[in-house]
């Protein structure tokens, strides 16, 4: 049989660069050729050969409901028949910046855009417009989207600032952007005694899926508060993943502390392209049109991406939905870790909400360093021993997991025993 999949990078090689319009899809990390979608419905996707797999991406995260959900396709089919764009203001723009408030306490506006990258950019460029500063915090293994003043490493010493981590970002560009380790607090303690009276915020993942699945510590996370707050600087939560993926409140509502400006996306959108930004009042009206930080966008606020995010919302919202979520993650987990503990194969998990990461170590990582020393070669197998058994998880060994409210019993379980058969073949 010919694959449909090889026919169809080779024509994508051809017109896009490495036939892909995101990195990771490429395969790149794990070898062999992308599958090509072609549907998706419930917790399956169909490959070009008409495969079908498990899906533990859910679109990196806005799945959360499961493809497909009838509520959500009901919404998007009337919002289509009304317009596509309209490039004004819609009423659904208020109620989905009401629902996204109500569950977000820390926040009392919000600014809707189109993709978690321009939330991101536009949440620093109005922390360094609010406070009248230049120098940004950022954690290595922490991804904040492709804005040029994130893409950047660790510089050589504390009192060095980050270096480009890609080509077409020139250093003066990141020159005011720090990059500390991950859970470490000395040097997070350092950093603010050296440059606190610069420093315009701290971003960071709260719970990390950009390195597979880390936590801040309680700690951690505490003290980034308590150190903004005493040399005057923001906090910003980066939830673009983790809001309304791991708790109806997110990563903030997990480890109870308040943000002074969130960053989301993913989830709120329901899989078309939303995210958003926002915080206190006081804050987010130095933006345009009322204050000096200006911020645009010609899609924002989409009417068809609207009616996807608020019917979202408004299933995630029901009494139960989370604690049943959590659950069918958290049976996921440690059933792999049962099969690998069977087997004799070094694994450890986490999971929160409906989202989850492992490692071929025995045990979590705490920071990106760590996480580099996984071994590439098992994951590699892991990963192909999957998806020829119809169980697509992430193509790259540091990205997170999700779980969505279509995976049945039965999913898991499939999912665990392939796993396991894997293990048992090494």
Not at 26 to 42: C, D, N, S
Not at 44 to 53: G, M, P, S, V
Not at 247 to 263: E, F, K, M, R, S
Request: charged share 20%; net charge negative; with cysteine.
């Amino acid at each position: 049989m010919t694959d449909q999949n090889d026919i169809l990078f080779e024509r994508a090689r051809a017109v896009i660069p490495g036939g892909v319009n995101s990195p990771v899809r490429a395969f790149k990390a794990v070898g062999g050729t992308p599958r090509f979608i072609q549907r998706a419905q419930g917790a399956y996707f169909w490959d070009a050969n008409d495969k079908r797999y498990i899906d533990y991406i859910g679109s990196w995260g806005p799945m959360i409901l499961g493809h497909g959900h009838p509520a959500v396709i009901e919404a998007v089919q009337k919002a289509v028949l009304e317009g596509f764009s309209y490039g004004a203001p819609t009423e659904r723009e208020i109620e989905l910046a009401e629902a996204i408030l109500a569950l977000v306490p820390s926040m009392e506006m919000v600014r809707l855009v189109s993709s978690g990258t321009e939330a991101a950019m536009s949440a620093l460029r109005l922390a360094r417009g609010a406070t009248g500063r230049k120098t940004i915090v950022k954690f290595e293994g922490c991804y904040h989207g492709h804005a040029d003043a994130l893409l950047v490493k660790a510089g050589s010493g504390l009192a060095t600032f980050g270096n480009p981590t890609s080509a077409g970002v020139p250093p003066e560009v990141v020159q005011h952007t720090l990059v500390l380790e991950y859970n470490n607090l000395q040097q997070l303690e350092e950093a603010f005694a050296l440059h606190g009276s610069d420093i315009a915020c701290l971003m960071i993942e709260a719970i990390a899926g950009n390195m597979n699945f880390v936590r801040a510590t309680p700690a951690f996370a505490k003290r980034c508060r308590e150190l903004c707050t005493q040399h005057g600087a923001l906090l910003i939560f980066d939830e673009v993943m983790t809001g309304f993926r791991v708790g109806l409140h997110g990563a903030q509502g997990v480890l109870g502390i308040t943000p002074d400006l969130t960053v989301l996306g993913k989830v709120i959108g329901g899989g078309m392209p939303l995210a958003a930004f926002g915080g206190p009042r006081a804050i987010m009206e130095q933006l345009a049109p009322l204050g000096p930080v200006y911020q645009a966008g010609t899609l924002s606020g989409n009417p068809v991406a609207t009616a996807c995010g608020l019917a979202t919302l408004k299933e995630i919202s029901k009494p139960g939905f989370y604690e049943a979520l959590a659950q069918k993650t958290r049976t996921l987990v440690d059933g792999l870790k049962a099969a690998a503990a069977a087997e004799g194969q070094p694994f450890n998990a986490d999971s929160e909400g409906g989202m989850f990461g492992f490692f071929l170590m025995n045990e979590l990582p705490q920071n990106y360093a760590t996480v580099m020393t996984t071994d590439n070669a098992q994951f590699n197998a892991l990963f192909h021993g999957l998806l020829d058994r119809g169980v697509y998880i992430a193509p790259a060994l540091y990205e997170a997991g999700f779980v969505s409210a279509a995976h049945s019993e039965d999913d898991i379980a499939a999912t665990i025993a392939a796993a396991r058969d894997i293990f048992r073949k090494r």
